[in-house]
């Protein structure tokens, strides 16, 4: 056999390198072969063979039919350079640089225990100003004073805004009084979450959640005012008390039913309703601590003929400025809790109410029907059988196939939002409609009194059920309309958002503002009310602990607030201390 001639270079056949003998001062020139195989100096290294599998230990590779690289004249072999996968450089400086694999992507950089992202304020004021979409040019004057005309059927409510005011100052019955600026109030209450969504499409979703519940406390907080500087404090109680029981139960019950009647089951943002829960339950917390000093102290159970107070040497007025005490120091607590809240939402913790997590979350929904309205063709479906389409009861729309319409904008590209109203007109609305509500709300507490003098109705009953009711209208229009369209997430930012802010904001700073005109307004509720908020509380974590909804669930909780409904119908009310 003739031996064939030297080679006098690195000889490369169907694209592999064949040194002829490896030097160690090769020049550490890199290059690339046709098939993937990249050499440094006169060795060369498998990149990828195989997929993303790197060749650790190859010293040599045979020769299989045309895929191999030729045989070495002298063993049938192909001598390859060993290459370690985690050789560190600078152990051997003659070594290649370390490879990545093909398809690999760079790291983020992740910092903490729990690998979280880092806090990047410009970042998370950018996030929370930035439009979740696209916005159109907004419409002229005459078109936002068209849409704010035919927003909702309910504007027809709004005739009995002067008619409540006329009653008022003919000195009608309180009763008359009372249902008319009850029926005014609540198309106001639409109109300021209507001015409150446009307001929030000109921002991020976290701030715009924010900004729905904020704006939509704003009636119950303008009637608690009201009713503070009366003297009401039964009925401030009772008021605030009742918002978070029906922003829990009844507008969250709304939205998964409305939502269960379109989508088989809809997902969210499991980690941020924990967080919100958690935040329930120290105010929670906060009403139960007072009523359990309150029943200690007067415990049935006697020594010598007296009660633990007693035995103590505390008197009724003496265990009243200490409970008066607590709730002041405790709301001062609440509302660093609350300041606290904020920081973590709108800027340590953002991107857990990121548009792109609630996609997300989203994207866990199935439909409930094969032709369901207004479906996203880019999420996985699961199809039933067809259900009807949700009615349209809040939204006056042009057409009657237009069930899903946005109360705040329609979309016409998949990507622009087409605003309803200029930002001008949003911010005199807002403006107008909260200065109306304000004097409105003045008719319906001046008319309380009258109206439960007779005895036909509780002060109870007013305060826990009715004026929740008229205060809550907004959330109840937004959140049930946002979870028709699968935002659950804002759903849920808006009613139980809306209960944290009660909680944690509005009731402290009732106190604090009841502390500076000598009110003393206190978190001690009695045993009814505080059982009630305990077990509704409970009844919620269990609710939204899965990440899942359906409108059964929906309906349990409006059920279980129409059972509270029913006993405070009946139920006289502990003894005020008012005064």
């Known amino acids: 056999m003739v031996s064939p001639p030297a080679s006098t270079g690195p000889e490369q056949k169907e694209g592999f390198s064949v040194p002829e003998q490896v030097r160690p001062d090769s020049p550490k020139t890199t290059r690339t072969s046709g098939d993937g195989i990249r050499m440094y100096g006169n060795a060369s290294t498998p990149a990828n063979i195989g997929g993303n599998i790197d060749v650790e230990r190859a010293e040599s590779v045979r020769d299989v039919g045309d895929g191999g690289?030729?045989?070495?004249?002298?063993?049938?072999?192909?001598?390859?350079?060993?290459?370690?996968?985690?050789?560190?450089?600078?152990?051997?400086?003659?070594?290649?640089?370390?490879?990545?694999?093909?398809?690999?992507?760079?790291?983020?950089?992740?910092?903490?225990?729990?690998?979280?992202?880092?806090?990047?304020?410009?970042?998370?004021?950018?996030?929370?100003?930035?439009?979740?979409?696209?916005?159109?040019?907004?419409?002229?004057?005459?078109?936002?004073?068209?849409?704010?005309?035919?927003?909702?059927?309910?504007?027809?409510?709004?005739?009995?805004?002067?008619?409540?005011?006329?009653?008022?100052?003919?000195?009608?019955?309180?009763?008359?009084?009372?249902?008319?600026?009850?029926?005014?109030?609540?198309?106001?209450?639409?109109?300021?979450?209507?001015?409150?969504?446009?307001?929030?499409?000109?921002?991020?979703?976290?701030?715009?959640?924010?900004?729905?519940?904020?704006?939509?406390?704003?009636?119950?907080?303008?009637?608690?005012?009201?009713?503070?500087?009366?003297?009401?404090?039964?009925?401030?109680?009772?008021?605030?008390?009742?918002?978070?029981?029906?922003?829990?139960?009844?507008?969250?019950?709304?939205?998964?039913?409305?939502?269960?009647?379109?989508?088989?089951?809809?997902?969210?943002?499991?980690?941020?309703?924990?967080?919100?829960?958690s935040l329930l339950c120290i105010s929670v917390f906060s009403i139960v601590i007072p009523a359990a000093f309150h029943a200690s102290l007067n415990s049935s159970t006697t020594v010598n003929g007296q009660t633990p107070g007693q035995a103590a040497g505390e008197s009724q007025a003496i265990e009243e400025a200490h409970v008066l005490a607590i709730s002041r120091g405790t709301s001062i607590i609440l509302l660093v809790v609350y300041a606290a809240y904020l920081f973590f939402q709108l800027w340590t913790h953002a991107y857990i109410y990121t548009p792109e997590a609630s996609a997300h979350h989203a994207a866990q929904t199935f439909e409930a029907g094969l032709d369901g309205p207004g479906a996203p063709t880019s999420r996985r479906v699961f199809h039933m059988p067809s259900l009807p389409s949700l009615p349209s009861i809040f939204h006056h729309s042009g057409s009657s196939s237009s069930s899903s319409t946005s109360i705040s904008s329609t979309s016409t590209e998949e990507d622009e939002t087409i605003p309803k109203l200029k930002i001008q007109a949003t911010v005199i609305l807002l403006a107008t409609v909260t200065v109306l509500t304000g004097v409105t709300a003045e008719w319906l507490v001046d008319s309380i009194d009258g109206l439960t003098s007779g005895g036909n109705i509780s002060r109870e009953f007013v305060a826990l059920i009715l004026l929740p009711l008229v205060g809550n209208a907004a959330e109840h229009v937004t959140a049930v309309t946002v979870s028709v369209k699968n935002k659950l997430d804002l759903a849920i930012t808006v009613a139980v958002g809306s209960s944290i802010q009660i909680a944690l904001f509005v009731l402290p700073f009732l106190i604090l503002l009841g502390w500076i005109i000598d009110q003393p307004l206190t978190l001690f509720f009695d045993i009814f009310e505080t059982v009630v908020v305990f077990v509704s509380v409970l009844i919620i974590n269990y609710a939204i602990s899965d990440g899942k909804t359906n409108w059964l669930e929906g309906l349990v909780l409006m059920v279980i607030y129409v059972i509270i409904g029913l006993s405070v119908w009946y139920y006289p009310g502990a003894v005020s201390n008012e005064r």
């Not at 005012?225 to 829990?248: F, H, P, T, W, Y």
Request: aromatic residues 8%.
């Open 69 to 277: 690289a030729g045989p070495d004249p002298g063993n049938g072999r192909v001598h390859r350079r060993r290459v370690r996968r985690h050789q560190d450089s600078s152990d051997n400086p003659r070594a290649p640089p370390a490879r990545r694999r093909a398809n690999s992507l760079p790291a983020a950089p992740m910092t903490g225990a729990h690998m979280t992202p880092k806090p990047n304020f410009n970042l998370a004021l950018t996030k929370m100003l930035e439009p979740e979409q696209k916005l159109a040019p907004p419409p002229t004057w005459t078109m936002s004073a068209v849409n704010i005309f035919k927003y909702s059927y309910l504007n027809l409510l709004l005739v009995f805004v002067p008619v409540s005011w006329a009653c008022h100052f003919t000195n009608q019955s309180p009763t008359i009084i009372f249902v008319f600026s009850f029926l005014a109030i609540i198309p106001l209450a639409a109109l300021l979450g209507f001015a409150t969504e446009e307001l929030s499409l000109r921002v991020g979703q976290t701030l715009g959640g924010l900004l729905n519940a904020t704006f939509g406390n704003a009636v119950e907080l303008i009637i608690a005012i009201l009713a503070l500087v009366k003297g009401e404090l039964r009925v401030v109680q009772a008021s605030m008390l009742g918002s978070i029981l029906s922003n829990c139960l009844l507008v969250l019950g709304m939205c998964f039913f409305a939502g269960g009647l379109r989508f088989h089951e809809q997902g969210y943002g499991i980690r941020a309703a924990q967080l919100n829960i």
